[in-house]
């Protein structure tokens, strides 16, 4: 017993000490939008901005407003009114009959076969006419010169593909502490540094900034490929990955900037249609990462207060490596390294909003989404 405690505790301290390390340093290299030079006019190619709307007459209008005034001059921004019962179709026409680049389309009936955003993007992108495609929300804020410092690092990587990294808007204690943790365990399961690599597994869709060529994105499939994806951001990422294009991640820091929701109760009922979803609505790779999640990062504290000899030893080396890395991810997000000592909390409230996720979609037998109840049958058929 006593030496698979050992051993138990040994992988603990090698996952630390081996690929902790290894995605710290890789995050500390990637890219960082502000420090790559735009382009000019003149090697701007047409791009159309596509976004998805269903009752965001709350969060529309700022995230309009940054779009209309971004700094490119060969731009078109194609907004699809996904069913809303709100002022968001209102909101949109205004925007539209003021602003020459928007272009509004209103979405009344959902076909059959379909979740409510991949139509929706799917509608963006046959009224668009750009050469490049820029995926985002509705509740996503731009800085001007963004696009431009895209493209140019797209030109410069002969990317086909781009993603970034973008700043979340976090109030109070329990946003901060989940969220600065989700971002880090982000970074563990994807492993952004890579994602250009041919060779790697990994890959990245970021749904707040997703841009790719027309004729990717047209190679992949388009949406009619993602149709019953609920996270249909990253799985984009894994079929132009796997299509064999080429991809790339920068951070964006504050050029992209996303209220993801409102309070951590929020943020829990928000997650429920997406985390289940995320692990393929397989019941035995959730209890994989719920198990996962608490030994890497309630374990060591466990280990220091409760263990002795080598197993405190190894603990303490676990533990100290976590608290750097999740310190400096919450430093890049520019809140305060002591939040790092919350990361267990982080686990534990990671683990259960996986685990209600679970347990909500089964119960109801699927998701709703946008309004629209979806069998699990049909969402497992969807998978990509």
């Known amino acids: 017993m006593h030496l698979l405690g050992l051993i138990l505790w040994g992988f603990i301290a090698s996952f630390w000490i081996f690929y902790g390390l ?34 965001e007459e709350e969060k529309l209008p700022a995230a309009l407003a940054t779009l209309m005034e971004i700094n490119y001059p060969n731009l078109e921004v194609v907004a699809v009114d996904d069913r809303s019962k709100d002022a968001t179709g209102r909101i949109l026409d205004e925007f539209a009959a003021t602003h020459s680049r928007l272009r509004v389309v209103h979405v009344a009936q959902l076909p059959a076969g379909w979740l409510g955003k991949p139509h929706a993007l799917q509608e963006a992108y046959e009224a668009a006419t ?11 804020r731009f800085k001007a010169d963004v696009l431009r410092r895209a493209v140019a690092f797209a030109r410069q990587q002969s990317l086909d593909h781009l993603s970034l990294l973008c700043d979340v808007e976090m109030v109070g204690f329990w946003e901060k502490a989940l969220i600065t943790f989700f971002v880090a365990v982000f970074h ?16 990245v869709g970021i749904g707040a900034f997703q841009l790719l060529k027309r004729s990717t994105y047209e190679a992949c499939g388009t949406h009619r490929r993602l149709a019953m994806e609920v996270i249909d951001d990253m799985k984009l990422g894994k079929v132009v990955k796997r299509s064999g294009f080429h991809s790339g991640v920068v951070i964006a820091q504050d050029s992209v900037v996303v209220r993801w929701h409102d309070g951590i109760g929020n943020l829990t009922r928000g997650v429920t249609k997406n985390f289940f979803a995320a692990f393929g609505y397989d019941l035995g ?8 999640l608490l030994l890497l990062n309630v374990a060591p504290f466990l280990g220091i207060i409760f263990g002795h000899g080598w197993i405190r030893i190894f603990a303490a080396i676990a533990l100290v ?22 990361y267990p909390l982080g686990a534990i409230l990671l683990s259960y909003m996986l685990l209600r996720s679970a347990v909500v979609t089964l119960k109801q037998g699927g998701i709703v989404w946008r309004g629209t109840f979806y069998p699990l049958d049909e969402l497992k058929r969807g998978i990509v």
């Open 321 to 342: 490596i976590a608290l750097c890395f999740y310190g400096g991810t919450a430093a890049s997000m520019r809140v305060s390294p002591l939040y790092s000592l919350t």
């Open 130 to 140: 750009g050469e490049w495609l820029l995926f985002t929300d509705a509740d996503v």
């Open 285 to 292: 790779f959730v209890a994989a990462g719920i198990s996962s």
């Open 22 to 55: 290894h995605i710290a340093y890789g995050a500390l290299r990637l890219p960082i939008i502000k420090d790559i030079p735009p382009v000019s006019d003149a090697d701007c190619p047409r791009i159309s901005i596509l976004l998805a709307a269903r009752d």
């Open 188 to 203: 563990l399961a994807t492993n952004p540094r890579l994602v250009g690599n041919h060779g790697s597994p990994f890959y």
